[in-house]
């Protein structure tokens, strides 16, 4: 029932293919009626929620799926292809795209790690992997309604916005794929801060040593953090994420060199050469064959 009432309250407030802000930071609803086959994309860390339709996410050949069962959450930058293959005009993709915020995730897993003033260091084993699916439970399936309620009142969204979205942020720490979440953003977060830092830094030269040393590790014990969450090496990531980061650009009218040069790639040659090993296709194949749609998330 009240999926059914989050559901209404998109379709009010989406009439047509696209995305749109909904007046609290980092929270937008879209609609897709198109199918899209997957194509390059970067996952910023996020949630997203379907209430009809599915979504497809490939990282590293594994695919995931997830629709109104369970949604998306992504806590660190990733490399994936996306789409919505399924999406028709009978069967709309209707979902809420919620951006994570660093400060107030960190604000909130240091709350629920430091119960009892003792920050609790995260368990050994393998680090939770960048990309996790979890089911929609009662509390945040309610968070999400609530938050969505605002809607009806610009004067309540923007009193009672950023509130609402804690609370939503809290369901998400304490769901299904709160222990992944909380690693990114908690204590023993070395693997999430090297991503933020590489994303940032895409258009110049990043070794692993640079990388190993900002978390203080050695080269060893960080490849092979690193490769527990999010299933590459770290030359493979860096790799993924500047030619998908350019394949997007092309597909939004970038010409070729600029592309290549926006992800710190000086030789043409040997961006086409990459570019074609992952996409099967040149770079200017791809920019007369590829269009990705402003509504994909």
Same mark, same amino acid.
């Given at each position: 029932m009240r999926q059914e009432q989050i559901k209404q309250l998109i379709e009010t407030c989406v009439p047509e293919d696209g995305m749109f802000d909904t007046g609290v930071s980092g929270v937008r609803l879209f609609r897709v009626t198109d199918p899209v086959r997957c194509a390059p994309a970067v996952y910023e860390p996020s949630v997203i929620a379907i209430v009809t339709g599915v979504k497809e996410a490939i990282l590293d050949g594994e695919r995931y799926e997830y629709d109104s069962s369970k949604y998306m959450c992504c806590s660190m930058s990733m490399p994936v292809e996306a789409g919505t293959p399924?999406?028709?005009?009978?069967?709309?993709?209707? &979902?809420?795209?919620?951006?994570?915020?660093?400060?107030?995730?960190?604000?909130?897993?240091?709350?629920?790690e430091s119960a009892g003033n003792v920050i609790r260091k995260p368990s050994g084993g393998p680090v939770p992997q960048g990309i996790a699916l979890a089911p %929609?439970?009662? !509390?945040?399936?309610?968070?999400?309604?609530?938050?969505?309620?605002?809607?009806?009142?610009?004067?309540?969204?923007?009193?009672?916005?950023?509130?609402?979205l804690r609370e939503l942020y809290y369901a998400i720490l304490t769901g299904g794929a709160g222990h992944s979440i909380r690693?990114?953003?908690?204590?023993?977060?070395?693997? !999430?801060?090297?991503?933020?830092?590489?994303?940032?830094?895409l258009d110049q030269a990043v070794t692993i040593e640079d990388l190993a040393a900002r978390? &203080?590790?050695?080269? !060893?014990?960080?490849?092979?953090?690193?490769?527990? !969450?999010?299933?590459? +090496?770290?030359?493979q990531f860096m790799k993924s994420m500047r030619l998908n980061d350019a394949a997007m650009n092309i597909a939004n009218g970038m010409q070729v060199n600029e592309a290549a040069m926006g992800v710190g790639c000086l030789s043409?040659?040997?961006? +086409?050469?990459?570019?074609?090993?992952?996409? &099967?296709?040149?770079?200017?194949? %791809?920019?007369?064959?590829?269009?990705?749609?402003?509504?994909m998330v």
């Amino acid at each position: 029932m009240r999926q059914e009432q989050i559901k209404q309250l998109i379709e009010t407030c989406v009439p047509e293919d696209g995305m749109f802000d909904t007046g609290v930071s980092g929270v937008r609803l879209f609609r897709v009626t198109d199918p899209v086959r997957c194509a390059p994309a970067v996952y910023e860390p996020s949630v997203i929620a379907i209430v009809t339709g599915v979504k497809e996410a490939i990282l590293d050949g594994e695919r995931y799926e997830y629709d109104s069962s369970k949604y998306m959450c992504c806590s660190m930058s990733m490399p994936v292809e996306a789409g919505t293959p399924k999406a028709s005009k009978d069967n709309p993709l209707l &979902g809420v795209y919620i951006s994570l915020s660093t400060k107030v995730m960190t604000e909130l897993v240091i709350g629920i790690e430091s119960a009892g003033n003792v920050i609790r260091k995260p368990s050994g084993g393998p680090v939770p992997q960048g990309i996790a699916l979890a089911p %929609w439970d009662g !509390a945040f399936t309610e968070a999400l309604l609530r938050l969505l309620q605002l809607l009806e009142s610009p004067e309540d969204t923007m009193v009672l916005g950023e509130g609402r979205l804690r609370e939503l942020y809290y369901a998400i720490l304490t769901g299904g794929a709160g222990h992944s979440i909380r690693r990114a953003y908690g204590v023993g977060n070395e693997i !999430a801060r090297s991503i933020e830092y590489l994303s940032s830094k895409l258009d110049q030269a990043v070794t692993i040593e640079d990388l190993a040393a900002r978390v &203080g590790m050695s080269r !060893a014990v960080f490849h092979r953090k690193f490769k527990q !969450a999010t299933t590459m +090496s770290p030359i493979q990531f860096m790799k993924s994420m500047r030619l998908n980061d350019a394949a997007m650009n092309i597909a939004n009218g970038m010409q070729v060199n600029e592309a290549a040069m926006g992800v710190g790639c000086l030789s043409s040659s040997q961006f +086409s050469r990459e570019f074609k090993r992952l996409y &099967g296709q040149s770079p200017k194949q %791809w920019s007369q064959s590829s269009q990705l749609p402003s509504e994909m998330v």
